[in-house]
């Protein structure tokens, strides 16, 4: 076959075929069932055979999808081995560890976590990539990606770091000019500054009361705004010149909350939480290396974003 096929898409098509359905997969990964469809589809495409017969509710192996899972499981099973077997005999950290972070947050936390790690760990290589837009997560290009929340995708292994509540907040000054927002619905009438991130919705905020946990209260406001960027610093720094409302983490506004120079609004609705996870391929996250890593950025993680 021209195209080869990695562990991430063996790894993909096992839990899928464990999960029953299209649907069923799709509701489990967190994610459409186009998608699951898409990712399918690509694999057989790259292997050039059919390996399900599907619906979205039924699905069926064909004779190559059998074949498929029945080396899929076996090596999968080898990479555990494998796995457990390095992490038992790599003592210390060493070798090359590839991270990857969002531009602003990687800038501001992760850099100065990677500089303590290196001087703890001198036999570590480190390289560390800031990017605007996120690399495909199960695709071998980092050991380490750190993210904001949990990714739909079963080929790779999430751990959280941290809580990341969000908040609305605005200047004095705009609020004073344009009015306090009462309910979700009053958004549309303000000037909404939008940080525009990976596939994150666009231009639409999700937002629900916090006196009921019913994932059926949750209103999808579209809003409108002049200022639109990808990079969260900009975005606060807008707010604070009085140019709208813009969501952030808490822990990146609490110091302009606590002196008066942004204001929360909408206190009593709350946007979905996007806590920070460590991502990992099956086929790296028990070395030493990414086990140490991973450790020293939640511990720093927890006690800076309190």
């Not at 555990?80 to 501001?108: C, I, M, W, Y």
């Not at 000054?173 to 009053?186: C, I, T, V």
Request: charged share 25%.
């Amino acid at each position: 076959m021209e195209s080869s096929i990695s562990a991430a898409d063996l790894s993909f098509f096992a839990s899928l075929v464990s999960s029953g359905s299209l649907s069923r997969a799709a509701r489990e990964l967190n994610v459409t069932t186009a998608a699951v469809s898409r990712r399918l589809s690509q694999m057989e495409a790259r292997l050039k055979v059919s390996l399900l017969n599907r619906t979205t509710r039924r699905m069926s192996l064909t004779a190559e999808g059998e074949t498929v899972l029945k080396h899929a499981r076996s090596i999968l099973a080898q990479f555990t081995d494998l796995q457990r077997e390095l992490g038992a005999s790599e003592k210390e950290p060493s070798g090359l560890l590839r991270v990857n972070a969002t531009l602003g947050f990687g800038r501001s936390h992760i850099a100065p976590i990677v500089s303590e790690f290196a001087k703890k760990f001198p036999q570590v290589e480190v390289r560390l990539q800031l990017s605007a837009d996120p690399p495909p997560l199960a695709e071998d290009a980092f050991d380490v990606c750190i993210r904001f929340g949990q990714p739909p995708d079963a080929r790779v292994i999430a751990r959280k770091l941290a809580d990341n509540r969000r908040v609305l907040c605005a200047s004095p000054a705009y609020l004073a000019q344009h009015g306090e927002p009462l309910s979700p619905a009053d958004l549309a009438k303000h000037q909404v500054i939008s940080i525009r991130q990976g596939e994150e919705a666009y231009g639409v905020l999700r937002l629900s009361s916090k006196a009921s946990k019913s994932k059926d209260t949750v209103q999808a406001i579209k809003t409108r705004g002049a200022l639109t960027t990808n990079d969260g610093s900009v975005a606060v720094a807008w707010a604070l010149a009085g140019h709208g409302i813009v969501l952030r983490a808490e822990w990146d506004v609490r110091s302009h909350l606590q002196r008066g120079k942004l204001i929360q609004v909408l206190p009593k609705f709350h946007a979905p939480d996007a806590d920070i996870y460590a991502i990992t391929l099956p086929q790296s996250h028990n070395t030493a290396r990414v086990r140490e890593f991973v450790q020293t950025v939640q511990r720093n993680l927890l006690g800076a974003l309190k």
